[in-house]
């Protein structure tokens, strides 16, 4: 009984993993709060990191966690925390998009499943599939051969936009005297 | 498949049994250690009577942490009237869990070898054998920032949440302050890296192990001295401890993020904050001070400079790696209270200017010089 539950403890905990993460995306749309918002992003964050911990890339799930919780979510909390909580913004569940921005999730719904429909035909055939063990010192080796061009360009991509965040601080700072 | 589960269970056991007892025990240093430098009794009030005699166990106020804990569980659970309840109930768990998981990477011993150790378990465990660790895992020191970055939005949310501005204020400053201390946290680590060239915990012990110009033992804190000074610092303003404790600065905002929270759920951050102070002393000993090993030692025995060898049992080596461990981490948390009850308080301008303006120019100075003596080393073997 338990050498079974062992043996397929990975998969058990991938569909426990993937309901959590779909289960806190959707909480992500629809409330209404900013912090809870925030709070279910984080958890979505968190789950997708342990599917791919339990995928073997151990450094992805780290990455995932360190960055867009670590980084980005500590950021956006830090933002929300500063926002009036009695906005009366909060108290509408939906917006006026809702029709428009339904329709929009079932045109990329689609999409998506379109593709993977596709992708999965190609691995039924052998089409690409992972080959070995993908470690951090690979993922270090493709990173700063192949990819360091498009590294530093997001880098120069994020200088632009600090420089423009400032500028437009500046604008409204001025309008207001 | 059974045999591992039993393996790890033991070692989570052992890692949650030994942060749980630095956490109760470093509450009791803090106080007897701050006696001590300020030439007071101290700690002595708390004890235990034998019952039926008048036998008092004082033992050097060793309980004032039972005591501590059980007024924590017993006091009132006051709640205040706020906007986010889920928010305020989520976030002590949120500033904690982090800080425990941080230690799964962290290696506690050298190799596990169940059969060689106890014979009588020789035909069920074979030939397996176990790092001690929790969990190795390649990107070891990733996942140390990873989780050290989750207890940041505990912080906020704990002060947004208690619908009180000191709560608030306080969790403003800790978020800035924890943001910016973090970065330099990652930089000065960085110089160790390029030197060890992994971020595997387990790799880093074991390269640590090694002999450099003849007779030093080969640690981190004699490759790197310079960012072992600075990863201590950074690493105390992290966790919030005087000087850098400005978020809950009690002339200034009573208790900061945590004003509105009592009982067992501020018991909670605090419990974090001596956790955390253990779980620094485990990453700078496994970094900077050769980890689980004796100096000039690995899983065999010592080798001494000059090629002097000294076997020893396995057993005796288990134990004395493991030993080891717990008395470098302790040394390390001991250091850390000494800065606290030595240093005053920056103010809060200084310590975010002490982040930008020094010590991150230090920490990218250090690695650049990392880097290009690393190269030059390379060009020189090559």
């Known amino acids: 009984m338990i050498e079974r539950l062992l043996a397929n403890l990975d998969t058990l905990l991938l569909y426990l993993f993937a309901a959590c993460a779909f289960v806190s995306a959707a909480l992500m749309i629809v409330l209404a709060q900013p912090m809870r918002v925030a ?47 009695r906005d009366p913004a909060y108290q509408r569940r939906y917006s006026r998009y809702l029709v428009p921005g339904i329709l929009a999730g ?72 | 498949m059974i045999q591992d589960l039993v393996v790890y269970a033991v070692f989570i056991g052992y890692a949650i049994g030994v942060l749980m007892t630095f956490g109760l025990v470093l509450t009791w240093v803090e106080r007897k250690q701050a006696a001590i430098m300020s030439d007071r009794i101290g700690a002595n009030r708390a004890y235990l009577r034998i019952p039926f005699t008048d036998v008092r166990l004082v033992w050097w106020g060793l309980f004032h942490g039972i005591a501590d804990g059980l007024k924590m569980i017993l006091k009132e659970d006051f ?105 330099v946290l990652g930089l000065t680590v960085l110089g160790l890296i390029l030197i060890y060239g992994t971020v595997d915990l387990d790799d880093i012990v074991r390269q640590q192990s090694g002999i450099v ?71 700078f000993t496994t970094l900077f001070l050769g980890g689980y090993n004796l100096p000039y030692m690995n899983d065999s025995g010592f080798v001494f400079p000059g090629g002097h060898v000294v076997a020893l049992p396995y057993a005796a080596v288990v134990v004395i790696q493991l030993v080891t461990f717990l008395v470098k981490v302790f040394l390390m948390c001991s250091f850390q209270i000494l800065v606290r009850w030595s240093l005053p308080r920056f103010r809060y301008d200084q310590v975010l200017r002490f982040a930008w303006k020094f010590m991150l120019p230090l920490a990218l ?16 073997h090559a």
Not at chain 2, 365 to 380: I, R, S
């Open chain 2, 213 to 283: 110009l003849g007779f030093l033992p080969a640690w981190g804190v004699f490759l790197q001295p310079f960012a072992a000074t600075l990863f201590m610092a950074a690493a105390i303003a992290e966790n919030k401890r005087i000087p850098f404790d400005l978020p809950e600065a009690e002339s200034e905002l009573i208790a900061g993020y945590f004003t509105e929270y009592s009982a067992m759920k501020m018991g909670l951050f605090m419990f974090a904050e001596f956790i955390e102070i253990a779980i620094i002393g485990a990453l």
């Open chain 1, 39 to 85: 709070l279910a992003l984080i958890s979505t964050m968190v789950f997708l990191g342990g599917i791919y911990g339990l995928l073997g890339v151990h450094f992805i799930a780290a990455f995932q966690v360190l960055i867009y919780v670590g980084a980005v979510m500590v950021f956006m909390v830090y933002a929300i925390m500063l926002l009036d909580v």
């Open chain 2, 79 to 183: 709640k205040p009237r706020t906007y986010d309840w889920y928010a305020y109930a989520v976030a002590p768990w949120v500033a904690f869990t982090p800080v425990l998981l941080v230690f799964a990477v962290i290696p506690f011993g050298g190799t596990l070898a169940p059969a060689k150790l106890v014979p009588a378990l020789a035909d069920w465990f074979g030939d397996r054998t176990y790092p001690m660790q929790i969990a190795r895992l390649d990107a070891g020191l990733l996942i140390v920032f990873a989780f050290g970055g989750m207890t940041i939005i505990g912080a906020m949310l704990a002060g947004w949440s208690s619908s009180n501005k000191f709560s608030l204020l306080g969790a403003l400053r800790a978020g800035s302050q924890m943001i910016s201390y973090e970065l």
């Open chain 1, 106 to 177: 079932v045109a990329f719904f689609a999409a998506l499943a379109w593709g993977l429909a596709r992708e999965f035909a190609d691995v039924a055939e052998g089409g690409p599939a992972a080959g070995g063990a993908f470690g951090i010192q690979q993922f270090a080796a493709a990173f700063l051969n192949e990819y360091w061009l498009h590294f530093e360009l997001t880098s120069v991509l994020l200088v632009a936009a600090v420089v423009a965040a400032l500028a437009v601080i500046n604008v409204s700072r001025r309008d207001r005297g």
């Open chain 2, 365 to 380: 100075a250090n690695l650049t010089v990392t880097a290009v003596a690393v190269w030059l080393l390379h060009a020189v």
